[in-house]
């Protein structure tokens, strides 16, 4: 078994204990969930997306705003997160003003839709630290914290369904995340595994870590 399979599991190990307190969620992944999210119409999707484009496109004008980029976003995770919104699982004034208005099958049609675009393009920085890039490939067993690519793969390119393409999106929106999870400001992660793991790191990791992934090309 790979070390980071083994840290991840030491990790979910140490919160057996809370995961019953805190639902971070209330979407349950089942087949009928999954099928369903899947399923969905691109083209009714698009339609909706005209109203996201304004924040969410990856254009010159939103290279510096504070909102993600959703070109090529998983359509499980993007699903996830607007039903998140709706539910109060996650909290932003105005996604959750935007998510009241949305059916599933709307969400399910504009995560198709995202899905299928091209992916924004990458923002190269400087040379990335190789204590960064060992975080994302081995981790870091003295802290319990397993590699990044677990979960994300290691190309940034998501490997679990409840967790995001990270490869090319805006280095301030990721490093903004993290800091929300390790503050416990934001907290619709599955297990609390987020909060746990960047609770674990320092700021400086935190925005190299942002900055190697906004660096990664898909």
């Not at 349950?28 to 119409?41: M, Q, S």
Request: with cysteine; glycine share 6%; hydrophobic share 35%.
């Amino acid at each position: 078994m790979k070390m980071g399979y083994v840290l991840a599991g030491i990790l979910l190990a140490a919160i057996g204990g809370q995961v019953l307190a805190e639902p971070s969620t209330q979407v349950a992944w089942t087949p009928e969930t999954l099928k369903f999210v899947r399923n969905g119409d691109p083209e009714k999707g698009k339609a909706i997306a005209e109203s996201c484009d304004a924040c969410h496109a990856a254009t010159p004008e939103n290279a510096e705003s504070e909102f993600p980029y959703l070109q090529g976003q998983t359509a499980t995770y993007l699903y996830k997160q607007l039903h998140d919104y709706r539910s109060g699982s996650r909290s932003n004034e105005i996604m959750v003003g935007i998510s009241a208005g949305l059916s599933d099958q709307d969400m399910a049609d504009v995560s198709a839709w995202y899905s299928r675009q091209p992916p924004p393009p990458a923002k190269k920085e400087e040379e990335v630290p190789d204590r960064i890039r060992k975080l994302v490939d081995r981790g870091d067993g003295a802290r319990i914290i397993p590699p990044c690519s677990v979960c994300h793969g290691r190309a940034g390119e998501s490997q679990v369904l409840d967790t995001p393409v990270l490869a090319a999106q805006k280095a301030a929106y990721l490093e903004q995340t993290m800091l929300a999870y390790k503050s416990e400001a934001r907290h619709n992660d599955i297990y609390k595994r987020m909060r746990l793991i960047v609770q674990q790191l320092s700021d400086d990791e935190i925005k190299q870590l942002a900055r190697y992934y906004a660096g990664l090309e898909r």
